[in-house]
């Protein structure tokens, strides 16, 4: 789909998840710092046989929305993708994305975000997106914001962990301030 440069001038591709994916897919998300910042649907741990069901999952077309693998050299190192969470208008989906460790602070995020969302709008017909961030994820937050999302609202949650409890910030972004946001040429502009 669309190559885009990382804030030290590399590149990275999204595209296809494939079945050779499956040893780097569990190499890269098979970590703490990963999935503690996860819907619980991510698996934790992450093995290859997670790896595979995944790919084979999206391969089938039972995803509904758009999933990519974000991909440097040839390596599957995160992923990135939309579920449609309701088909009635005003048609919503949600945004997720994780990158292997190895690969934070590079502005890859921050690049791939943008593209994503340009792809829910326009292949999925979407008005909406939100996003759900733990409010502890200050670097999530951050590509959030600079993406154009806004805060609808919090939500408190109960840990299993006595007197402790998560605070989910539900992001929005909606079609007309994206158009409203980012010029005709970027991001949308970049998609092949
Ligand atoms: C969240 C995540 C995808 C960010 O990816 P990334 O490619 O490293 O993000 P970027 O480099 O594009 O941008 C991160 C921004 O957050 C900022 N940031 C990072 N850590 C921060 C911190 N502790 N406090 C404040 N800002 C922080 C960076 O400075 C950067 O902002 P800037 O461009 O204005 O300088 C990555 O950290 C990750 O995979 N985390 C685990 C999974 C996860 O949390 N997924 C999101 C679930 S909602």
């Not at 998300?29 to 595979?52: G, K």
């Not at 998560?166 to 980012?182: F, G, H, I, K, S």
Request: charged share 25%.
């Amino acid at each position: 789909m669309a190559v885009a440069a990382t804030r030290d001038g590399a590149e990275f591709l999204l595209r296809a998840w494939g079945e050779p994916d499956a040893e780097s897919l569990a190499a890269q998300a098979n970590n703490r710092n990963v999935w503690s910042n996860l819907r619980s649907r991510f698996p934790r741990p992450y093995t290859i046989a997670n790896a595979r069901t995944w790919i084979a999952r999206v391969a089938s077309g039972h995803e509904r929305g758009l999933q990519f693998a974000i991909d440097i050299d040839g390596i599957a190192v995160g992923g990135i993708g939309i579920d449609v969470i309701s088909y009635n208008a005003p048609r919503l989906g949600e945004i997720g994305y994780w990158l292997g460790e190895d690969f934070w602070g590079r502005g890859i995020a921050s690049k791939a975000v943008p593209l994503v969302c340009a792809q829910g709008f326009e292949k999925l017909a979407l008005a909406r997106l939100r996003a759900v961030v733990r409010d502890s994820n200050a670097a999530s937050l951050r590509v959030l914001e600079k993406s154009g999302f806004a805060l609808a609202s919090k939500l408190r949650r109960s840990d299993r962990r006595p007197r402790s409890a998560v605070v989910e910030m539900v992001y929005v972004l909606d079609r007309t301030a994206a158009a409203a946001q980012w010029p005709a040429e970027s991001p949308a502009g970049l998609i092949a």
